[in-house]
T-cell receptor, first 116, second 110 residues
Framework: GAVVSQHPSRVICKSGTSVKIECRSL??????MFWYRQFPKQSLMLMAT?????????EQGVEKDKFLINHASLTLSTLTVTSAHPEDSSFYIC????????????FGEGSRLTVL | SQQGEEDPQALSIQEGENATMNCSYK?????LQWYRQNSGRGLVHLIL?????REKHSGRLRVTLDTSKKSSSLLITASRAADTASYFC??????????FGQGTRLTINP
């Protein structure tokens, strides 16, 4: 089946630094990718929709200058958490939509960010 | 915004028993999907049911959809310890967005 790879799986950084998370579709092209954030024992909250070659669409309440999304190719989207603070510590998950009849979403394994 | 509400939030049963989880949603949908998430991992797609379908089976999974009540249920029969995970329903809004419910944490006791 289709595979989505996220990197890094875990990252620890100091407050004030920026962290980049990559999401790659390994065996299919994805014009659309999605970024979710998940706090412990909670559901996934959609942050933004990443569109190849155009600006991302952010959900209400998500700061676009804080969470920079770049979707420069059909197989790669990146999420950069800028000037990270402890409250940004979370589990970030990306997903990519396969260009099939069902448009099934495939999820990466997630990236756990801890900001000290 | 998250629109799916699931119940129960947590469910603990003995191995071999059946587990039923429910999901309700608020707006019109194109389809409804169920996903599984092991602790600290990504999501695995389990099953998709379209808005014009009422029931669907996949192995030990049975999903029902009642669009008049805006609700769905996931039944796992003959549960196994390996079924321990969180289960989320998700609805497709508009053309693309997948919105998740709050999830049910299922624990299967050996």
């Amino acid at each position: 089946g289709a595979v989505v790879s996220q990197h890094p799986s875990r990252v620890i950084c100091k407050s004030g630094t920026s962290v980049k998370i990559e999401c790659r579709s390994l065996d299919f092209q994805a014009t659309t990718m999605f970024w979710y954030r998940q706090f412990p024992k909670q559901s996934l909250m959609l942050m933004a929709t990443s569109n190849e070659g155009s600006k991302a669409t952010y959900e209400q309440g998500v700061e676009k200058d804080k969470f920079l999304i770049n979707h420069a190719s059909l197989t790669l989207s990146t999420l950069t958490v800028t000037s990270a603070h402890p409250e940004d510590s979370s589990f970030y998950i990306c997903s990519a939509r396969a260009e099939t009849n069902t448009g099934e979403l495939f999820f990466g394994e997630g990236s756990r960010l801890t900001v000290l | 915004s998250q629109q799916g509400e699931e119940d129960p939030q947590a469910l603990s049963i003995q191995e071999g028993e059946n587990a039923t989880m429910n999901c309700s949603y608020k707006t019109s949908i194109n389809n409804l999907q169920w996903y599984r998430q092991n602790s600290g991992r990504g999501l695995v797609h389990l099953i998709l049911i379209r808005s014009n379908e009422r029931e669907k089976h996949s192995g030990r999974l049975r999903v029902t959809l009642d669009t008049s009540k805006k609700s769905s249920s996931l039944l796992i029969t003959a549960s196994r310890a390996a079924d321990t995970a969180s289960y989320f329903c998700a609805t497709t809004q508009g053309a693309q967005k997948l919105v998740f419910g709050q999830g049910t944490r299922l624990t299967i006791n050996p």
